[in-house]
């Protein structure tokens, strides 16, 4: 599986826009670009998943450029309670051959929101 | 949906002692997965279930660890004669057809 590289921790201000980069250089054809949000004492909970190009919901958007061997979370308007350690996993997505989806999960980006 | 719930939440044990853990997935989920995290780090796989059946294992399950899920339903992970290595938190998630996992709160170990 894909090897990661993000940010060990970033620090942000209420209000301000977060960008968290990850580097994934080995990227399969095959592979989708996943993220996920982890609070202290809980498990961590999916924000949002890409293949290319742009996705957005309600929480993220994530841009991937054409060589996807990058990606870039980012988050609108933090608040406080959006300091979290940020996870950046490559694998399979939907209907991949393996029939599920084992995460692989490196050290995360923590981020701190601050007043 | 009252999401994965696992029990219990803290257990603390001495080294050489079984412990169990119960995981009980989002109903509908028929896959369950088996995490493990240490401190600073992010979780590592441990074990998957499709149904009632065991389809894969990481090589981070020593014979100390075994895990069921009869009737495919809630699991169970259960570690033999602990070690303080063994100390850690131990997360369960579930999914269906999609990719999302969901995660439960995790059940912190201590081995004294």
């Known amino acids: 599986l894909a090897k990661t590289t993000q940010p060990i921790s970033m620090d942000s201000y209420e209000g301000q826009e977060v960008n968290i980069t990850c580097s994934h250089n080995?990227?399969?054809?095959?592979?989708?670009i996943t993220w996920y949000q982890q609070f202290p004492s809980q498990g961590p909970r999916f924000i949002i998943q890409g293949y290319k190009t742009k996705v957005t919901n309600e929480v993220a958007s994530l841009f991937i450029p054409a060589d996807r061997k990058s990606s870039t979370l980012s988050l609108p308007r933090v608040s406080l309670s959006d300091t979290a350690v940020y996870y950046c996993l490559v694998g399979d997505g939907p209907g991949g051959n393996t029939g599920f989806q084992k995460l692989v999960f490196g050290t995360g980006t923590r981020l701190l929101v601050s007043p | 949906d009252t999401g994965v719930s696992q029990d219990p939440r803290h257990k603390i044990t001495k080294r050489g002692q079984n412990v169990t853990f119960r995981c009980d997935p989002i109903s509908e989920h028929n896959r369950l997965y088996w995490y493990r995290q240490t401190l600073g780090q992010g979780p590592e796989f441990l074990t998957y279930?499709?149904?009632?059946?065991?389809?894969?294992k990481s090589r981070l399950l020593s014979d100390r660890f075994s895990a069921e899920r009869p009737k495919g339903s809630f699991s169970t992970l259960e570690i033999q004669r602990t070690e303080q290595g063994d100390s850690a938190m131990y997360l369960c998630a579930s999914s269906s057809q999609s990719f999302e996992q969901y995660f439960g709160p995790g059940t912190r170990l201590t081995v004294t």
């Open positions: 080995n990227i399969a054809t095959n592979d989708y």
């Open positions: 279930f499709q149904n009632e059946a065991q389809l894969e």
